[in-house]
């Protein structure tokens, strides 16, 4: 059964730092392309950035909110993908999901499945 | 970066209505478009695809169409656990972006 499973959100102050893991199971992490989906309390989705495959090139890209703020990484060895989050805000307040972005060989496009169950991540004072 | 706009943001429906929400992008996206239903308190699942296939395991009443710069996502016939908020998501460019969401509610 492929299992997406996050964990380290909390209650961090504005300025400080936290560090996201999504533990992955069920199917070769290491070929996988992943990003990190935000939401907000009552609020909509927000991509928040992605890292591809190393056989891909391993490359990440971001959402403008967060560039220079966040860092995505992962570990193949250990099957896990990070979200380091420094210089945090309050608008960063949300739940942050991990998913497997998808990217077809056809054309025809880019997609997220499976999904995590989220982390809350809390930036007050 | 492309917008998403969906209409409506929330509808009421009964029991085996025929529910349609729309998703526009603010230019040519191709098919590049998938559609996600979330729960309360739920991650988002995956329905729709490249704009009208259909994700494994989801119920054939779910069907999505269009291009370029118009989609729907439609519900053939409105069962119970189909009350939820849907989401389109465009994959043209990066970022990628979703819509505001579209909250199904039981009349």
């Known amino acids: 059964e492929v299992q997406l499973v996050e964990s380290g959100g909390g209650l961090v102050k504005p300025g400080g730092s936290l560090r996201l893991s999504c533990a992955a199971s069920?199917?070769?992490?290491?070929?996988?392309?992943m990003s990190w989906v935000r939401q907000a309390p009552g609020k909509g989705l927000e991509w928040v950035g992605r890292?591809?495959?190393?056989?891909?090139?391993?490359?990440?890209d971001y959402a403008a909110p967060v560039k220079g703020r966040f860092t995505i990484s992962r570990d193949d060895s250990k099957n896990t993908l990070y979200l380091q989050m420094n210089s945090l805000k309050t608008e960063d307040t949300a739940v942050y999901y991990c998913?497997?972005?998808?990217?077809?060989?056809?054309?025809?496009?880019?997609?997220?499945?499976?999904w995590g169950q989220g982390t809350l991540v809390t930036v007050s004072s | 970066d492309i917008q998403m706009t969906q209409s409506p943001f929330s509808l009421s429906a009964s029991v085996g209505d025929r529910v349609t929400i729309t998703c526009r992008a603010s230019?040519?996206?191709?098919?590049?478009l998938n559609w996600y239903q979330q729960k309360p308190g739920k991650a988002p699942q995956l329905l729709i695809y490249?704009?009208?296939s259909l994700q494994s395991g989801v119920p054939s009443r779910f069907s999505g169409s269009g291009s370029g710069t118009y989609f729907t996502l439609t519900i053939s016939s409105l069962q119970p656990e189909d009350f939820a908020t849907y989401y389109c998501?465009?994959?043209?460019?990066?970022?990628?972006?979703f819509g505001q969401g579209t909250k199904v509610e039981i009349k």
């Open positions: 998913t497997t972005e998808y990217s077809s060989s056809s054309g025809q496009g880019n997609w997220f499945d499976p």
């Open positions: 069920g199917f070769t992490f290491s070929n996988a392309w």
């Open positions: 890292i591809k495959s190393k056989t891909d090139g391993g490359t990440t």
């Open positions: 230019q040519n996206i191709n098919n590049y």
């Open positions: 490249a704009a009208s």
């Open positions: 998501q465009r994959s043209y460019s990066i970022p990628w972006t």
